[in-house]
């Protein structure tokens, strides 16, 4: 990393969680991600899932061929874990380079997960053929039990899943996803091995009162929910500080317009077309722009076991504050970009 006060050279960042759709949707968001992106771990809970090496196969193809003449980028695939996954089915994807991870959503945590996991021990013995191989599990680490609290439900994860699933299988490399939470946070610093995790931006600058203070706002809904102010702290502390344990995934999750404003609105937040100008700033705002790199483009490289990026990236800050555009026009209608509520001067060197 290269850097005086108003300009920053990085390796060419990554994004380690990304949904993209498919088919015009897909073709229309792609372009916001690999303006800084060089590689995305690509998210399988699509209708139908990725739930094959087939699938993925196939999914991998028809993201090729939306990405422009010229612009490189690798889209790294995961297969959708659910209770009939057959070892034998993950083992041969991964070695054969179709996927980079599985991904373990509890049944109804988010969209399109009511294929996921009911019960966690049913899928130990995939969860111990990938130990074996190395092959991490990715996580959406929450509870879906309607009688605990929505905003304790990754606290309660840690506590009931995942820490026994790792006392089982404490090889098993695995990420917490979009972690939200002092608890979870505090999880991972307190380990020594075999477990990462990824802060998406929207956590990183806005709490729930965005969401729910004067008025529901369906643009700021997303899962996992947006928590209290104390624990978008925690999640800074972690971010800034150049811990290697924690990377960027944006979690970033397009939903037309007319899907988010609806009586059972999607969740999800579009964040990827600004996501690096946001989070320079952020960090600026911190005075931790040193640990910027290592955060958005080496950790999740070094923990996935993938060379670094040779590419470079430039940002640079100007003197007036950058516009970002409030939607997305695609052919099947209309996406709201995320709004980060602040002043952003940092922009990507074209």
């Known amino acids: 990393m290269t850097a005086n006060k108003n300009e920053l050279k990085i390796t060419k960042p990554d994004d380690w969680h990304l949904h993209i759709r498919?088919?015009?949707?897909m073709k229309a968001v792609l372009p916001a991600t690999y303006r800084w992106a060089s590689r995305a771990i690509i998210m399988p809970n699509l209708e139908p899932p990725?739930?094959?090496?087939?699938?993925a196969r196939s999914y991998a193809s028809r993201i090729k061929e939306s990405i422009e003449a010229?612009?490189?980028?690798?889209?790294l695939l995961t297969l959708y874990l659910t209770q009939?996954?057959?070892?034998?089915?993950?083992?041969?994807?991964?070695n054969q380079g179709l996927i980079k991870a599985v991904k373990l959503y509890p049944a109804g945590a988010t969209t399109n997960s009511h294929n996921g996991v009911t019960d966690i021990q049913k899928v130990y013995p995939v969860l111990a053929a990938?130990?074996?191989?190395?092959?991490?599990?990715?996580?959406?680490?929450?509870?879906?039990d309607p009688q605990i609290d929505i905003f304790d439900r990754e606290a309660v994860f840690i506590e009931q899943i995942l820490e026994p699933l790792r006392r089982e299988l404490p090889d098993l490399r695995?990420?917490?996803?979009?972690?939200?939470?002092?608890e979870a946070t505090s999880y991972v610093l307190n380990e020594s091995e075999n477990l990462g995790a990824t802060i998406t931006p929207h956590h990183l600058v806005v709490n729930r009162n965005?969401?729910?203070?004067?008025?529901?706002?369906?643009?700021?809904?997303?899962?996992?929910?947006?928590?209290r102010e104390s624990h978008r702290l925690a999640l800074i502390d972690a971010a800034t500080k150049g811990d290697k344990r924690f990377f960027l995934g944006t979690d970033s999750a397009p939903h037309l317009d007319g899907a988010k404003i609806d009586v059972c609105g999607c969740a999800g937040v579009f964040n990827a077309p600004f996501a690096m100008e946001i989070l320079a700033q952020l960090?600026?705002?911190?005075?931790?722009?040193?640990?910027?790199?290592?955060?958005?483009?080496?950790?999740?490289?070094?923990?996935?076991?993938?060379?670094?990026?040779?590419?470079k990236l430039t940002l640079f800050k100007s003197d007036i504050m950058l516009e970002m555009p409030k939607t997305l026009h695609t052919k099947q209608g209309n996406i709201t970009l995320f709004d980060p509520l602040m002043p952003v001067y940092w922009q990507i060197m074209k």
């Open 22 to 25: 498919d088919t015009e949707i």
């Open 50 to 55: 990725i739930l094959t090496g087939a699938n």
């Open 70 to 75: 010229g612009v490189e980028f690798e889209p």
């Open 84 to 94: 009939d996954t057959l070892a034998d089915e993950v083992l041969a994807s991964y």
């Open 130 to 144: 990938m130990s074996d191989a190395a092959i991490p599990l990715l996580i959406h680490g929450e509870v879906t």
């Open 174 to 182: 695995i990420v917490m996803e979009h972690v939200t939470t002092k």
């Open 210 to 227: 965005v969401m729910l203070s004067g008025g529901i706002n369906p643009h700021y809904y997303c899962l996992p929910i947006l928590k």
């Open 283 to 311: 960090f600026d705002n911190l005075g931790a722009l040193d640990n910027l790199e290592g955060f958005v483009s080496l950790h999740g490289a070094d923990f996935y076991k993938l060379p670094r990026n040779k590419e």
